[in-house]
């Protein structure tokens, strides 16, 4: 049927009937050719053989992954040796490594927040900076923690854009002083 026709004759939905091959050999019936045992022991040794093959497979492929690792963690850690000096070296000559530790250097600087309830309130310091100690009141914490979080890591550290979430860890630290007794 052409497009043509199939749109004067029948819906969008309508169609083409599959061809039938009359050439194909006809699918044996069950009850007309009753299967041997000797063919039941033929297949069930092919297949128990195939079974014994894909374990074989198996087992060689994770003896394989095994020694893929070994051979990476080996070379993990010759790498590991190597640049040390290195970094160590770049660091007192004041230069930037191309090697960087496990944070890159698009990661803001660690920040720990040091959370004490007082009787006002909260009392939230940077760690390390006691020029950052400052009292959020608890007014302001029934209202929203998030909003008190990030105004003061904004005060303190920075906008999120540039420091990253760091509002949300101290949000975090808020709550669990709110929730200790």
Not at 172 to 177: E, G, Q, T, Y
Request: aromatic share 4%.
């Amino acid at each position: 049927m052409t497009k043509k026709t199939r749109k004067k004759t029948g819906s969008k939905n309508d169609k083409p009937q599959a061809k039938v091959d009359k050439t194909a050999p006809a699918l044996k019936e069950p009850n007309k050719a009753p299967v041997t045992d000797a063919d039941l022991a033929a297949l069930k040794k092919k297949a128990e053989e195939a079974k014994v093959e894909l374990v074989r497979g198996r087992n060689e492929a994770d003896a394989l992954r095994l020694q893929a690792k070994s051979v990476e963690s080996v070379a993990r850690k010759t790498f590991a040796e190597a640049v040390a000096p290195y970094r160590d070296a770049c660091r007192k000559a004041g230069v930037e490594c191309e090697y960087a530790g496990r944070r890159a250097a698009n990661v803001s600087e660690k920040v720990a927040f040091l959370v004490e309830k007082v009787e006002k309130g909260l009392k939230v310091v940077i760690k390390g900076k006691p020029e950052t100690e400052e009292i959020i009141p608890a007014t302001a914490l029934k209202e929203s923690i998030n909003k008190a979080a990030y105004a003061y890591t904004d005060k303190h550290i920075g906008p999120k854009e540039k420091v990253g979430n760091k509002g949300g860890s101290l949000s975090n630290r808020l709550r669990a002083a709110l929730a200790a007794k």
